[in-house]
């Protein structure tokens, strides 16, 4: 069983940083696409950003481009979310899913098998 376990939200300054990590377990990650998504109450899930499964191809949200980064490490079986200059409408609900196999549809939540249960970052002004 694939199981995904976010970490690293919290209360911060716009303009502020923080970094989210996702760790996986379960199969064997070095296989699996990941991506971040981020949610509001009443709004859909939003693609954030994409990594491919060696890390070779990125993707990100219109956004977030430019101030956000994905990177993975697959020796400890973890993706990462790098968030700078965070902005007040930032603040949602953050998570990682992972592609098991790797698809094309990587900016729509229906392209990801496995999700975590989030982590909450919030951004005041």
């Known amino acids: 069983q694939v199981q995904l376990a976010e970490s690293g939200g919290g209360l911060v300054q716009a303009g502020g940083s923080l970094r989210l990590s996702c760790v996986v377990t379960g199969g064997t990650f070095s296989n699996y696409a990941m991506g971040w998504f981020r949610q509001v109450p009443g709004k859909e899930r939003e693609f954030v950003a994409y990594?491919?499964?060696?890390?070779?191809?990125?993707s990100y949200g219109t956004s977030v481009k430019g101030r956000f980064t994905i990177s993975r490490d697959n020796a400890k079986n973890t993706v990462y979310l790098q968030m700078n200059n965070l902005k007040p409408e930032d603040t949602a609900v953050y998570y990682c899913?992972?592609?098991?196999?790797?698809?094309?549809?990587?900016?729509?939540?229906?392209?990801?098998?496995?999700w975590g249960q989030g982590t909450q970052v919030t951004v005041s002004s």
């Open positions: 990594i491919s499964w060696r890390g070779g191809t990125t």
């Open positions: 899913a992972a592609d098991i196999p790797p698809s094309t549809n990587w900016v729509t939540p229906s392209g990801y098998d496995y």
